[in-house]
């Protein structure tokens, strides 16, 4: 047989890419059977709104009584609330608002917290199930159901006498909503709607995961002041929203209801904008 050294030649060429090939293939030196690594899925979320925008004026109005009878100027400034300090506006953004009436003073604030996970193997969603988990159980919330909202004093020695501990059922009147219900021994509330428990507990229908705290702190001879808590995930987004009343009178009680009722609307429609 005669040689022929152009067929030779590509022979040679074909032999040696196709032996390149195959050792620059890192599956050739992977072993049969190997596991593939799935990145875990990103959170739903990748911005955050504009927290002095989030809440609406008639929102705000309602919340913060006696702005509307301060002049014009000052409405503006309290209506635009002040903005949290932060360093990552993609992370965490807050804003807050202040009312001074005649009979209270208010407080209101909004948090967003976006988490995200750092572990490929986590994904953002179960980050911020960790954290959401972290702050329910930092409020520490009743083993079971109840009607008087707990009462948290002020942890200072001036804390009055009369203050029960976190959950107790004894609590005095000064205790309960100034609507009138007063707690007895058993754990039963007298004059309180039997079918609206007013104790820091879980949230049903808001987000994936929701509860609400309510705390009145006393401190020395001032008034006592109430705060209601609601906090919420949805996906890998962390909503706060923090709700104050002190009366202007030491004698006068904040209305655990009202409060309440007023934080889980406020709640409810920061949970439809993050989902517009």
């Not at 620059?24 to 990103?42: E, I, Y």
């Not at 193997?121 to 159901?145: C, F, G, H, M, W």
């Amino acid at each position: 047989m005669a040689y022929v050294p152009g067929v030779a030649l590509l022979v040679a060429l074909v032999a040696g890419c196709s032996a390149g090939s195959e050792a620059d293939d890192p599956a050739a030196d992977s072993k049969p059977g190997s596991p593939t690594v799935t990145a875990a899925p990103p959170g739903k979320y990748r911005t955050l709104p504009e927290s002095c925008r989030a809440v609406p004026r008639s929102t705000l109005k309602d919340l913060l009584p006696g702005t509307a009878d301060m002049p014009e100027e000052q409405q503006e400034k309290v209506y635009e609330g002040t903005a949290t300090v932060t360093y990552d506006t993609d992370r965490k953004v807050g804003c807050r608002w202040k009312s001074d009436a005649p009979d209270a003073s208010r407080n209101l604030s909004i948090d967003f917290e976006r988490v995200v996970s750092y572990d490929p193997s986590v994904s953002d969603d179960n980050a911020a199930r960790e954290v959401y988990a972290t702050k329910e159980d930092a409020a520490a919330l009743p083993a079971s159901a109840g009607t008087t909202p707990r009462e948290k004093p002020s942890g200072s020695a001036s804390a009055s006498p009369g203050a029960t501990p976190s959950g107790s059922p004894s609590g005095t009147a000064s205790a309960t909503p100034s609507g009138g219900s007063s707690a007895d021994p058993s754990g039963s509330t007298t004059g309180a709607d039997p079918d609206q428990d007013l104790r820091p507990r879980l949230l049903d229908e808001l987000g994936d995961a929701a509860f609400l705290d309510d705390a009145l702190t006393r401190a020395g001879s001032t008034a006592q002041h109430r705060t209601v808590s609601v906090v919420f995930r949805t996906s890998n987004v962390i909503v706060t929203v923090q709700y104050t009343e002190q009366p202007a009178r030491v004698t006068e009680v904040p209305d655990s209801r009202e409060l309440q009722e007023k934080a889980q609307a406020l709640a409810r429609k920061l949970a439809e904008t993050l989902s517009d």
